[in-house]
C-alpha cells in the first residue's frame, strides 16, 4: 500500500470546510503535501480556512495547525 497524505480544512469554529482552494487529491510525500500547504496557505486563508490537519493513509500526524499569520 502506498502512502497518501491528505490536508483536511477547518473554520475558526473547527467545522470542516470544501471548496474550489481545497486540494482534496493525495500527495505521494508528506514533504510534497507540506511543500504546497507552504505555497498555498494564504490562499486557503483568504477561502476561510483557520486551520489545516495533514493525514496520513486517514490517519492524523499532525494538526490542527492555525493558518494565521498573527502572532
Do not use: C, H, I, K
Not at 17 to 40: C, I, N, Y
Amino acid at each position: 500500500m502506498s502512502d497518501a497524505w491528505t490536508w483536511t480544512y477547518a473554520d475558526r469554529d473547527g467545522g470542516e470546510l470544501r471548496g474550489t482552494a481545497m486540494v482534496t487529491s493525495a500527495f505521494p510525500t508528506q514533504s510534497d503535501a507540506e511543500s504546497w500547504l507552504g505555497q498555498s496557505w494564504r490562499e486557503l486563508a483568504d477561502a476561510g480556512v483557520a486551520s489545516v490537519t495533514l493525514l496520513e493513509n486517514g490517519e492524523v500526524v499532525y494538526g490542527p495547525m492555525s493558518l494565521s499569520d498573527e502572532l
